[in-house]
C-alpha cells in the first residue's frame, strides 16, 4: 500500500504570512493527489486535487504544486479562516490513503 | 444541491452490528461513486470503503475487509454499510462520501457524519 507523510502535523503562524504543508508519498502517484480542508466539527472540503485544480469557491491564495513523491499546499497569505486542519489523500491506487494532516493555527 | 445525509450511527456492544445509511439528493447518484471515510474521535481521516455507480466494483481498507460490506440502491438514491463484528478502535465519525469522477478520484462532496461508538 502506498503511504503518505506529511508535515508539520502542527504549524502556528501569523495573519499573512505564507504557509506550505508538504505531502510524500512512499511510491509514485501519478500525480493522483488531493488537498482537503477540515474545520472543527465539519466534514472535510475538497480544495483542489492532482496538482493545482481548484474546486469552486476555493480562495486564490491557496495553490498546490509537485509530482512524483513530493507535493505541497501553499497558502500565500494566510488568513484568520484558514484556521483549521488539511489532509492530503492520495487516489491513484486502492486503499485511498489520506496523510496524518497538519493543523494550522493562527498565532 | 448535492445533499448526503447520514444516521444509523449510535452505541454498540464490541462484536455487534450496525448498519449505517446515507441518503443522497441533488445530482444522478447512479453516475458517481461512493465512499466511506472515517474519523476517530480526535484523530484523522481514514478512508474505508469505495463502490463504484453500478455496483460492479467494491473496494475496502484492510481494517474492515470481512467484516464491512459497502452497497447501494440507486432507484432510492442510497448508500449503506454494513458493519459486522464492531471492534473498540472502530469508534469513529463515519462520512458518506461522493466521489468526484471515475472510479480513482478524491471525494468532492461528504456528508455531516454519524457517530458510531463501540463500547460495553
Known amino acids: 500500500d502506498i503511504q503518505l507523510t506529511q508535515s508539520p502535523s502542527f504549524l502556528s503562524a501569523s495573519v499573512g504570512d505564507r504557509v506550505t504543508i508538504t505531502c510524500r508519498p512512499s511510491q509514485g502517484i501519478n500525480n493522483y493527489l488531493a488537498w482537503y480542508q477540515q474545520k472543527p466539527g465539519k466534514a472535510p472540503k475538497l480544495l483542489m486535487f492532482?496538482?493545482?485544480t481548484f474546486q469552486s469557491g476555493v480562495p486564490s491564495r491557496f495553490s498546490g504544486s509537485g509530482s512524483g513523491t513530493e507535493f505541497t499546499l501553499t497558502i500565500s497569505s494566510l488568513q484568520p479562516e484558514d484556521s483549521a486542519s488539511y489532509y492530503c489523500?492520495?487516489?491513484?491506487?486502492?486503499?485511498?490513503?489520506f496523510g496524518g494532516g497538519t493543523k494550522v493555527e493562527i498565532k | 444541491e448535492v445533499q448526503l445525509v447520514e444516521s444509523g450511527g449510535g452505541l454498540v456492544q464490541p462484536g455487534g452490528s450496525l448498519r449505517l445509511s446515507c441518503a443522497a439528493s441533488?445530482?444522478?447518484?447512479?453516475?458517481?461513486?461512493m465512499n466511506w471515510v472515517r474519523q476517530a474521535p480526535g484523530k484523522g481521516l481514514v478512508w474505508i470503503s469505495y463502490?463504484?455507480?453500478?455496483?460492479?466494483?467494491?473496494h475496502y481498507a484492510d481494517s474492515v475487509k470481512g467484516r464491512f460490506t459497502i452497497s447501494r440502491d440507486n432507484a432510492k438514491g442510497s448508500l449503506y454499510l454494513q458493519m459486522n463484528s464492531l471492534r473498540d478502535e472502530d469508534t469513529a465519525v463515519y462520512f458518506c462520501?461522493?466521489?468526484?469522477?471515475?472510479?480513482?478520484?478524491?471525494?468532492?462532496?461528504w456528508g455531516q457524519g454519524t457517530l458510531v461508538t463501540v463500547s460495553s
Open positions: 489523500q492520495q487516489f491513484n491506487s486502492y486503499p485511498l490513503i
Open positions: 462520501a461522493r466521489g468526484y469522477s471515475g472510479n480513482y478520484s478524491p471525494v468532492d462532496y
Open positions: 463502490i463504484s455507480g453500478g455496483s460492479s466494483n467494491t
Open positions: 441533488g445530482f444522478a447518484f447512479s453516475r458517481y461513486s
Open positions: 492532482s496538482g493545482s
